[in-house]
């Protein structure tokens, strides 16, 4: 684990968004894991992963042997006197840190990049608990954890933070009892880092809560329907991938504050 800023990797954040990958990578589910010949082990991300952008995090990365042996021999290296990973390699775990991940995986269920992440990094692990003794969610909790919070920690320190855990509680609350979409989220995530103001507050006085009424997502969708007749005549042809096309449409005509399960499932029976 890294002792300070010096042992961080420069290169640990960058981001290749010209990337090409086989189609077989895309359709697969978010979080499946795969080996990009010569580069590492991916894995599909859990919160930003689309079909139309797909988003792949290094979880290791491999050694090359080939380039290796091309290179010339070069003197051995001074003995440095903190700890450094080794590029392919995982630093074991600590006791403290491993019965973290043990608990993370065994007893509330979090999958184990997630639990790594937090196990790994004591900041992040005590913001989790903190935020998980005020809501009883723990893998809600730990993807936004893992995700939105440890973004914001690569940039400041825990006490330079305008949110709490437990405002991120309330935040996860609202997602769970789906009063607001994952996309509105993200928007109120962001207005916290911000202003430091409650979720709560920032959805209200926003009037950001997701329309789940299908008296009030109907209406739209019909209008939808009527404004594109050529897509409507195509999906009943037999390409229902343009189900897809209908439904962001209603997401969009709602700022992305409709239920996008409701939709879904409204949309299919009035194309039916």
Do not use: C
């Not at 968004?17 to 859990?46: C, H, M, N, S, W």
Request: proline share 6%.
């Amino acid at each position: 684990m890294p002792e300070g800023v010096e042992d961080l990797n420069p290169n640990s954040l960058k981001v290749i968004k010209t990337a090409l990958i086989e189609p077989a990578a895309v359709v697969d589910k978010p979080d499946e894991r795969f080996q990009l010949e010569r580069e590492g082990y991916f894995y599909a991300d859990p919160v930003d992963y689309t079909d139309g952008n797909p988003v792949f995090n290094k979880i290791v990365s491999l050694k090359d042997s080939w380039r290796k042996k091309k290179k010339t021999a070069q003197p051995a290296p001074k003995p440095q006197a903190k700890k450094v990973q080794v590029d392919g390699e995982v630093a074991p775990m600590s006791e403290a840190q491993q019965a973290l991940f043990d608990r993370y995986t065994g007893e509330l269920g979090l999958g184990s990049e997630v639990a790594n992440t937090l196990a790994r990094d004591v900041y992040l692990s005590s913001f989790y608990e903190e935020a998980l003794s005020r809501l009883n969610s723990p893998v809600g909790l730990a993807n936004m954890v893992t995700n939105e919070v440890a973004r914001e920690l690569k940039q400041m320190q825990t006490s330079e933070l305008k949110f709490s855990a437990g405002q991120i509680a309330q935040l996860v609350k609202m997602l769970d009892e789906e009063t607001i979409s994952s996309k509105i989220a993200k928007q109120v995530f962001e207005e916290m880092v911000k202003s430091g103001d409650d979720p709560i507050q920032i959805v209200e006085v926003r009037g950001l809560v997701q329309i789940s009424d299908p008296a009030e997502i109907l209406p739209i969708i019909d209008e939808i329907i009527a404004n594109h007749p050529d897509n409507v005549a195509k999906f009943k042809a037999g390409n229902t991938k343009l189900l897809g096309f209908f439904v962001g449409q209603v997401l969009k005509s709602t700022g992305g504050k409709a239920n996008p399960k409701v939709v879904n499932e409204l949309v299919a029976e009035r194309l039916r």
